[in-house]
């Protein structure tokens, strides 16, 4: 890989900053289909930017309204902007991919077991060997060795209008990440899939879990999104979420005291070598949460429509473990920081990690579509967990905590 040196620090980590990516990209938006990116900050009291981008013309089994998010009117803009092009470059490619069972692809090449994928807990393993699937070659980036993956794990939305191709799983977006650069892209998408592992690990057995104490907070830019929260009567509590693989992974639960909307019960994930970044990625994702639960237009005011049934009071009981005080705290302090200034180096101290605990293959999928041209890439390592996107689907990792 190409060196790519760090130049933006402020709220996150990249190689030039968020106004220089909409300005690159903004006219490409009509290209991914995408009509419209507005802010949504106004819709909520808090103040941290929010935008939605609108694309109408999203396969089905996608949503259609994306959200960005961020410290300021650039960082969310460009979330918002960026994601929608993730979605378009992600849906199905048929031209990239082959069909055959697993004996069949075994002959063309290496393959990643399905198995490995956790697979849903119902899922009929005595025939596996004879099912037909679509496999993509993606490349490992611990071997260097390309291998063919089931494109279910690919593409979002994974859809079949072949009846003699078997779906795996419902797909999802996890590892699916954009870039101003490749390596950007990749190491965002690395990011992503250990964050669901360790917050998988937490909702499977509660134990990866401690509280920060936001005195031992020092940064400016970090206390300052605290305070939108605090001002507004709205509680937050820090937990540092990771596990076995050393990358901090960060959750912010939010329980708004003055409205005690059981759907505003929200929660942010944030991953990144960086805690104070993970933090502000987690903060800045409840802010996004909260909007979007206002706005009512995507498909998780599903969860929030069940929460209000259920009851404030009820839904904080159920979900004391983000929301209940604990007796014992941790400082920042006590979460190393290990980002560098390049994105290369922060990839090199992630594959070290996740080597070092026992994970075989990182694999990415380019997904870069030459009539936009922004770098997007599907990362998938096996065996890590999904169970906090998708409760079918619990691995073995977990019982390692």
């Given amino acids: 890989m190409t060196s790519k040196e760090i130049k933006y620090f402020k709220g996150t980590h990249r190689i030039i900053p968020p106004s220089q990516t909409i300005e690159n990209n903004e006219d490409k938006c009509k290209i991914a289909g995408i009509t419209r990116i507005t802010e949504i900050t106004h819709l909520d009291r808090i103040g941290l930017p929010v935008f939605s981008a609108i694309r109408p013309t999203s396969q089905d089994g996608s949503i259609s309204v994306y959200g960005g998010k961020g410290i300021s009117v650039e960082h969310a803009k460009a979330s918002a902007m960026m994601e929608g092009f993730e979605r378009y470059s992600a849906e199905k490619q048929d031209e990239n991919t082959v069909t055959g069972t697993i004996p069949e692809i075994s002959s063309k090449g290496d393959i990643i077991d399905i198995e490995s994928l956790n697979l849903p807990k119902d899922f009929n393993k005595s025939n596996m060997e004879s099912i037909n699937l679509e496999w993509n070659i993606a490349h490992d980036l611990i071997s260097g060795k ?20 078997f779906s795996l799983f419902k797909s999802n977006t996890n590892g699916l990440a954009s870039g101003n650069s490749l390596e950007e892209a990749i190491l965002h998408g690395i990011f992503e899939v250990i964050e669901r592992d360790a917050w998988s690990i937490f909702e499977l057995t509660h134990k990866n879990s401690k509280q920060i104490d936001l005195k031992s907070i020092e940064s400016e830019t970090v206390n300052e999104a605290l305070s939108k929260f605090s001002e507004n009567e709205i509680n937050i509590k820090l937990m540092d979420l990771t596990a076995d693989i050393n990358v901090p992974t960060i959750a912010a639960s939010a329980d708004d005291t003055l409205l005690k909307d059981a759907g505003l019960l929200t929660l942010g994930i944030g991953t990144h070598l960086d805690p104070e970044v993970a933090i502000l990625r987690a903060l800045t994702e409840v802010a996004q949460s909260r909007a979007t639960q206002i706005h009512g237009a995507r498909e998780d005011t599903v969860r929030a429509d069940f929460a209000r049934t259920a009851g404030y009071e009820r839904m904080k009981r159920i979900n004391k473990h983000y929301f209940q005080e604990e007796d014992v705290k941790i400082s920042l302090s006590d979460i190393e920081n290990r980002s560098t200034d390049s994105i290369t180096k922060d990839i090199d101290i992630v594959l070290d990690e996740l080597k070092a605990n026992e994970i075989e293959h990182v694999l990415y999928y380019d997904l870069t579509r030459p009539e936009l041209n922004v770098n997007v890439v599907r990362v998938v390592i096996p065996t890590m967990e999904v169970f906090s996107i998708d409760p079918s689907r619990a691995g073995y990792r977990f019982l390692r905590v």
């Fill in 146 to 165: 390309d291998y063919y993956v089931a494109s279910n794990a690919i593409y979002h939305p994974y859809v079949n209008e072949d009846n003699s191709v």
